[in-house]
């Protein structure tokens, strides 16, 4: 069986890219500490959770599990 590796970085690894493009900007993957990707990624996810109300509401009744 095949294993799905897309979104997890493996082949980006392997070709021994270290860095993705936003906006015409060069941004490092996944480095050490987290930085301009990592931020990235928090705020498209808090913007897709604020278009699905539902998914807004069951988020936030996790109380404190969440940032």
Known sequence: MLESR???????????????TFEGQLIEYRPALPGEHYRLIVAATWEKVGQNTEVKKVLLATGNLIQ
Do not use: A, F
């Not at 897309?6 to 993705?20: E, F």
């Open 6 to 20: 897309v979104g997890n970085g493996y082949y980006l690894t392997k070709m021994g890219i270290t860095w993705v």
